[in-house]
């Protein structure tokens, strides 16, 4: 008895994954009723953050016409709804995935990596809303300026937490006991 598995990777090489600073316009050119799949992806350490998240997150997606089918998201350092994201881009029908802030508060660097390659291997691309900064030109339509600062001084913490966290474990080796009988 023979079987055939089919998955969702295509046969012609890929381009090095890459985090979008938006989804580009063409993409949006389609038929009404088509328009690209998207879902958001969030992780903090309180609601009030995942809600601000989610609200740049509905703003831009309104903004760019996408349509926001369903979110994931994480609280403190856990990865359950990381997971979940990523088996449902593995399943296909998934053009982006749409985050305020990359890397996200519980993913270490090497871990966003992962994900970013993880995310490109299944044809889905990460969308980085908070890659434009004052000074960088025009802000895009769904740009929040009180929402920004509010969001770069966030990631500029999260940036020093997450070193801090590195550091520690680079600097940390197993303790070896002897015990004597």
């Not at 660097?109 to 969308?127: C, I, S």
């Amino acid at each position: 008895m023979t079987t055939q598995t089919t998955t969702n990777t295509p046969d012609e090489p890929r381009e090095p994954a890459t985090v979008l600073e938006a989804v580009p316009a063409t993409a949006l050119d389609g038929q009404a009723g088509t328009e690209p799949i998207a879902i958001f992806y969030g992780a903090a350490r309180y609601p009030f953050e995942l809600a601000r998240q989610r609200e740049l997150v509905e703003d831009y997606a309104d903004a760019t016409g996408l349509n926001l089918v369903t979110e994931f998201h994480d609280r403190q350092m856990r990865q359950d709804g990381l997971k979940m994201l990523l088996d449902a881009c593995q399943r296909g029908g998934v053009e982006y995935v749409i985050t305020a802030g990359w890397p996200t508060p519980n993913l270490t660097t090497a871990e966003a990596d992962a994900v970013t390659e993880q995310l490109a291997q299944a044809g889905t691309h990460l969308v980085c809303l908070n890659s434009w900064q004052p000074g960088d030109g025009e802000p895009p339509a769904w740009w929040n300026d009180e929402e920004g600062a509010w969001m770069r001084q966030l990631d500029a913490l999260r940036s020093h937490e997450r070193r801090q966290r590195e550091q520690t474990s680079e600097h940390t080796e197993p303790s070896k006991e002897v015990h004597h009988a």
